[in-house]
């Protein structure tokens, strides 16, 4: 079945350390690929996208994510996490075949950050 | 800011009445899309209107039902509310595939 995956539900890290959230998703063909950050109270804002090319995708923020295409991952990154980081984290895919271009979201990870 | 706006930003309402969540896209933008945000199911895509034609739906009840206007605006309707139907309901707009703009959300209450 179709789906995307967000294995962890929360993670937690404290300032200034390294970061990775991770999202699989199970679709025929490689689909278009994006994370989204929710903070409280707020609207989702578009950290960064892949559409094809360099696996490597550079986002907002500070933030980095890696697509593998033979893992079927396209895990988020940051080298060294701020508080303002504090936030929950959603992988979303566009399946190419759909005429629309309507998102499908994995559950989220949740990100506490220690001072 | 991402440029789009919904009203209202919270909605507290009893089971069984009716209520209009509304939608204002970013400029030049033709595409809407709702989505519902709850704790049981995550983020759902509903629905999708394109320069006033729906385009595509997904897991909306019949009890909801949408509708973009000539001036792109788009409005959410639920009806005969559940208290299942407690969530956050976002627009979002966009102007190609590359990204989608989400406004701030309108957090539903049914008591």
């Known amino acids: 079945a179709q789906s995307v995956t967000q294995p962890d539900i929360h993670i937690t890290v404290s300032e200034g350390a390294s970061l990775e959230l991770r999202c699989n998703y199970s679709?025929?063909?490689?689909?278009?690929l994006f994370w989204y950050v929710q903070s409280p109270g707020q609207g989702l804002q578009l950290l960064l996208k892949?559409?094809?090319?360099?696996?490597l995708v550079q986002g907002i923020k500070g933030f980095e994510a890696e697509f593998k295409r033979s893992q079927s991952s396209f895990n988020l990154r940051k080298p060294s996490v701020h508080w303002s980081d504090a936030a929950e984290y959603f992988c979303?895919?566009?399946?190419?075949?759909?005429?629309?271009?309507?998102?499908?979201f994995g559950s989220g990870t949740r990100l506490l950050v220690r001072p | 800011d991402s440029g789009v706006t919904q009203t209202p930003k919270h909605l507290i309402t009893a089971t069984g009445q009716r209520v209009t969540l509304r939608c204002s896209p970013r400029?030049?933008?033709?595409?809407v899309y709702w989505y519902q945000q709850s704790l049981d199911q995550g983020l759902q895509f509903l629905i999708q209107?394109?320069?006033?034609?729906?385009?595509a739906k997904g897991n909306i009840l019949e009890r909801f039902s949408a509708q973009q206007f000539p001036d792109l605006h788009s409005e959410l309707n639920l009806s005969s509310l559940e208290l299942g139907d407690s969530a956050l309901y976002f627009c979002?707009?966009?102007?190609?595939?590359?990204?989608?703009?989400f406004g701030p959300g309108t957090r539903l209450t049914v008591l």
């Open positions: 979002a707009s966009s102007a190609t595939e590359n990204e989608q703009f």
């Open positions: 679709y025929g063909a490689t689909p278009y």
């Open positions: 892949y559409f094809s090319g360099d696996t």
């Open positions: 979303a895919v566009r399946p190419l075949m759909d005429s629309s271009y309507k998102l499908i």
């Open positions: 400029s030049g933008d033709l595409s």
């Open positions: 209107y394109y320069n006033g034609e729906e385009r």
